[in-house]
């Protein structure tokens, strides 16, 4: 591998401290955050009547596959640079990675906390995008933020998006399908006018949209077997990437770039060439409103990051070398860390160095304005 090489991984995630919410959120919602307890040895988290373990698969990496553990005794299990930016950034060094995408671990910020307040979580996620914005600005070249928004309340997602950009953050995530939210009154489809104007000035800001692993699988229970839910969760970002070309927002918006993260990028051979077989079948009788092909679009506009995804790699010339961008995953326990310059070497090993340059650094680059 040439040591001139920029290695930019296109997803990494933070797994910050409960605490971060009760310290930025406005006084009359202090006693409603999040807040950890001891019970006996382990520690618990404590939120809306509920009290869970933590997790150890958030800051498993380099963790040998023997001996993960699902649960942790405390927060502060695994590795620190999920919280600690001084300590991921001696990680990023071990492993020879030059910069990270960051994201949370769910809709709510980056301890993965959910609720059906939808004015608490609006506060919530703000806290959280201030914590991010103070995160990266220890390394602002190293350390990219994508800031999360409440797709439910459009001013508020707009308003959101400008502050989180002034604070240096670099994107924005949204749920792959929006029923995700769990919204008791249900969410619009992406297919909907409603968003148009979200979509105008996000593109208007030069903010990427990003889906995050999709969403549940669809049979009710399925996804309370790990195993299964990992595995076919990353096929279901089929849906927004053709919502967002076939409904035309992608045409009315070329500067609006959309990001499918930790999914995978294999199923997007497969995705492209039939977008293509469909609109020229069904174009006329739906009246569709697309002047060229949704492979035109996808080309232009659309990027998928993968962690271990070697049919992707030789399917290259269908999905697009400029469209695809490597990932190590880093905390969590499917992470290449420590040794991501081997899962490199494994998957270009036979690709031409120019075309190798784009997948691991240079398309993040470009995209993100590194």
Request: hydrophobic share 40%.
């Amino acid at each position: 591998m040439s040591e001139k090489m920029r290695i930019i991984s296109a997803d990494d995630h933070v797994n910050p401290m409960p605490t971060i919410y009760a310290e930025r959120v406005p006084e009359a919602w202090k006693e409603r955050m999040p807040r950890v307890e001891r019970r006996g040895e382990n520690e618990v988290l404590v939120f809306e009547g509920t009290e869970r373990p933590f997790t150890q698969l958030e800051g498993s990496a380099g963790v040998p596959s023997k001996d993960v553990q699902m649960l942790a005794k405390t927060k502060e299990t695994g590795r620190r640079g999920g919280w600690d930016p001084k300590a991921r950034l001696e990680d990023m060094d071990f492993d020879g990675v030059d910069a990270q995408v960051l994201f949370g671990s769910g809709a709510g910020g980056g301890v993965a906390i959910r609720t059906l307040d939808r004015d608490m979580q609006m506060v919530m996620m703000r806290a959280y995008n201030d914590w991010l914005a103070e995160f990266t600005s220890v390394s602002p070249s190293r350390l990219i933020g994508v800031a999360e928004l409440p797709i439910w309340d459009l001013d508020w997602a707009i308003e959101e998006a400008q502050r989180s950009a002034k604070a240096g953050l670099r994107g924005v995530l949204i749920p792959a399908v929006p029923a995700y939210q769990e919204s008791p009154e249900g969410d619009l489809s992406y297919l909907d006018p409603h968003y148009e104007r979200l979509w105008a000035a996000l593109a208007d800001m030069d903010l990427a949209v990003h889906f995050h692993l999709g969403t549940k699988p669809v049979s009710r229970g399925i996804d309370k077997n790990l195993m299964v839910a990992i595995s076919v969760n990353k096929t279901v970002m089929c849906e927004p990437i053709a919502t967002f070309i076939f409904s035309g927002a992608l045409q009315r918006h070329p500067n609006l770039k959309l990001v499918s993260v930790e999914s995978g990028i294999g199923w997007m051979a497969f995705l492209v060439p039939w977008m293509d077989h469909v609109y020229e079948r069904h174009r006329y009788h739906t009246q569709s409103e697309l002047t060229e092909p949704p492979s035109f679009y996808f080309h232009r506009q659309v990027f998928g990051t993968f962690i271990d995804d070697v049919v992707g790699v030789r399917n290259r010339d269908i999905i697009g070398v400029e469209n695809i961008m490597w990932s190590s995953d880093y905390p969590h326990v499917n992470s290449s860390w420590p040794s991501s310059r081997e899962y490199i070497e494994r998957h270009f090993s036979d690709v031409p160095l120019d075309e190798r340059r784009k997948m691991v650094g240079e398309n993040v680059a470009r995209l993100y304005g590194i």
